[in-house]
């Protein structure tokens, strides 16, 4: 019901008259089918009707404001017909009052919307996503998602401040709007992270797509404060029904498909194939110890590799971790001594009240700044002293 109040918003906002607010109605009457009519009513007085009823109501509420313009010989708004049709037509509305539509407006809106980017949230998204999937199923259509992940955002948190880091989250978001169609979902699927649905699209339309959006954000300039920067995005693409029909199976093609990307040097889209699966990522069942980079006080976590591969690593920890904080990891990877991984966590989800799946993308840029600055370390240390030159005297 959400997705489709929050749609019913979206069309009265961007419709450019009534009529053409009624036509936006009637397509999604067609796309969704009946149980469109009560949320309409809904969503524009806050009645709750039955479905029979609102179908009803729908029909002879557009004739009503048909009479009303013929008799007042001028325009008469949408919201005018109704308020007359349920006062004086029927009993749902004896004793009407003003609200300004804004305040409803913005508070309708917080259920469906992130506040930081006004994009879609993610609760929004997840019910979007199973219809939508559902619709293709249905009707035989294709379907295709992106998932988008700001590369070394931390970077910007770490050097100008979060408030900084709202600005360039906002300014990406704006840039993914510019570059989606009409008919494409984007929301905000947590910290940094991103995701475009786009309904019947074949993976090639999408490819194209996905390229534009990455340009898009890759030229966007962020204004703050006295400084200008830019970002790139690392991306992950998956497509019904070529890559799973399964809608859960399709969200972690997208995501892997997004380290994949990152392994690849970041800002460009990667896209999901199967035989991905089979060798750049493998099972890897050992205990790890992780901390917070930069933090030598904090506390060691302990946990359980899962999977490892070129891109990234998924473990699981009896404590959440930081989202966008960046982890030094020890991994024993092989019979020998253990491996120091360094990256940034970009997936937090709870399997069971005590165990929490940890992704972390590689950041072999922290690596190599790790590691120089451990043998900048060792060499001054160890420095030898300066042996005098007794030839000269």
């Known amino acids: 019901m959400e997705s489709i109040r929050a749609a019913i918003i979206e069309c009265r906002n961007t419709a450019a008259n009534e009529d053409e607010f009624i036509l936006k109605m009637q397509d999604l009457i067609t796309e969704h089918g009946n149980s469109v009519y009560p949320v309409i009513f809904n969503t524009l007085t806050t ?3 039955p479905l029979k009823t609102a179908e009803e109501y729908w029909h002879t509420l557009k004739e009503h404001r048909r009479k009303l313009i013929w008799k007042l010989d001028r325009e008469v708004n949408l919201v005018t017909a109704l308020s ?60 295709s998602i992106l998932f988008l992940d700001i590369d070394d955002f931390k970077e910007v948190n770490d050097s100008l401040g979060h408030i900084a880091g709202d600005v360039a989250l906002q300014e990406v978001a704006s840039a993914i709007r510019r570059a989606k169609r009409e008919s494409d ?29 990455r340009k898009e954000i890759e030229t966007t300039h962020i204004h703050y404060d006295k400084h200008v920067f830019s970002l790139t995005i690392s991306g992950g693409l998956a497509s019904y029904p070529l ?52 933090f030598d006080d904090e506390q060691v976590f302990s946990g359980h590799c899962k999977d490892i591969g070129m891109g990234g690593i998924l473990f699981e920890t ?8 960046t982890q030094k990891m020890s ?61 000269s005297h």
Request: no cysteine; hydrophobic share 40%.
């Open 331 to 391: 991994v024993p990877v092989n019979n020998g001594d253990p491996v120091l991984l360094i990256g940034k966590v970009v997936r937090i989800e709870k399997s069971d009240p005590d165990t929490f799946n940890i992704g972390l993308s590689f950041s072999f840029k922290e690596m190599a700044k790790t590691a120089s600055n451990q043998i900048a370390t060792f060499l001054k240390e160890n420095e030898m002293p300066e042996i005098p030159d007794f030839r």
């Open 243 to 294: 890559n799973s029909v399964d809608p859960k199976d399709l969200l972690q093609m997208a995501d892997s498909a997004v380290y994949l990307a990152k392994g690849a040097g970041k800002n460009l889209i990667s896209q999901f194939k199967r035989e991905q699966r089979r060798y750049l990522r493998v099972k890897l069942r050992k205990p790890i110890l992780v901390q917070e980079l930069g």
């Open 318 to 325: 009896p404590s959440p971790l930081a989202l966008g904080s």
């Open 185 to 213: 979902i984007a929301a905000r699927y947590g910290g940094e992270e991103f995701v475009l649905l786009m309904p019947l699209t074949p993976n090639v339309s999408a490819s194209i797509l996905a390229e534009r959006i």
């Open 47 to 49: 009645l709750d009707l």
């Open 84 to 143: 007359d049709f349920l006062a004086t037509k029927t009993n749902f509305l004896p004793n009407a009052r003003l609200v300004d539509s804004r305040t409803f407006d913005r508070i309708v809106t917080g259920t469906t919307h992130d506040t930081l980017t006004g994009l879609f949230n993610r609760t929004y998204f997840d019910e979007t996503f199973e219809q939508q999937v559902s619709l293709a199923k249905r009707y035989n259509t294709d379907l």
